[in-house]
T-cell receptor
């Protein structure tokens, strides 16, 4: 089976930076996705990485190292609206997504 | 653009009853998926369809069935509900079924089986 690990919870202060790590062991690799999910809502797409390196999108950046089976999502200049769960998902050999359990980020004033 | 709609929003169901969760997308996406989300376990794939007329089993298919008669609709049926099927169910779709195709999620159905 697939194994995707990420921390359960993180807390940070408004305006700060938070880094959410994700490690994975999967049958093959066809890319890694990050989704944001606010409480009671649907997951929404944040980023996709398939090559090693950093992808930047405004306040959010995502990094991938395929050799280490590792990714992180970096949230900069945190805002209260960033309080949500962040889901790491890997596309493996069968092109289906396997999700981690999610990291709940709480932003405090 | 509605994207993906799901019905009902929530449902309380007696064990043993049959239930169909509806999912419709208007993006003309080829692939559709059903997931369940349980606390501490993340999203788990139940069934999928790479294109109209085809379906496949995901990680947790037992007790569920699907059909894909056309591009837009992908209903999920619980033939005889059990309490362990209490969960939040999300339908998703993607343009293709490849590894780089982004999946877009519906608003979810919260199902409670008593």
């Amino acid at each position: 089976g697939q194994n995707i690990d990420q921390p359960t919870e993180m807390t940070a202060t408004e305006g700060a930076i938070v880094q959410i790590n994700c490690t994975y062991q999967t049958s093959g690799f066809n890319g890694l996705f990050w989704y944001q999910q606010h409480a009671g809502e649907a997951p929404t797409f944040l980023s996709y990485n398939v090559l090693d390196g950093l992808e930047e999108k405004g306040r959010f950046s995502s990094f991938l190292s395929r050799s280490k089976g590792y990714s992180y999502l970096l949230l900069k200049e945190l805002q209260m609206k960033d309080s949500a769960s962040y889901l790491c998902a890997v596309s493996s050999n069968d092109y289906k997504l396997s999700f981690g359990a999610g990291t709940t980020v709480t932003v405090r004033a | 653009i509605a994207g993906i709609t799901q019905a009902p929003t929530s449902q309380i169901l007696a064990a043993g009853r049959r239930m169909t969760l509806r999912c419709t997308q208007d993006m003309r996406h080829n692939a559709m998926y059903w997931y369940r989300q349980d606390l501490g376990l993340g999203l788990r794939l139940i069934h999928y369809s790479n294109t109209a007329g085809t379906t496949g089993k995901g990680e947790v298919p037992d007790g569920y069935s699907v059909s894909r008669a056309n591009t837009d609709d992908f209903p999920l049926t619980l033939a005889s509900a059990v309490p362990s099927q209490t969960s939040v169910y999300f339908c998703a779709s993607s343009d293709g079924a490849g590894g780089s195709d982004t999946q877009y999620f519906g608003p979810g159905t919260r199902l409670t089986v008593l």
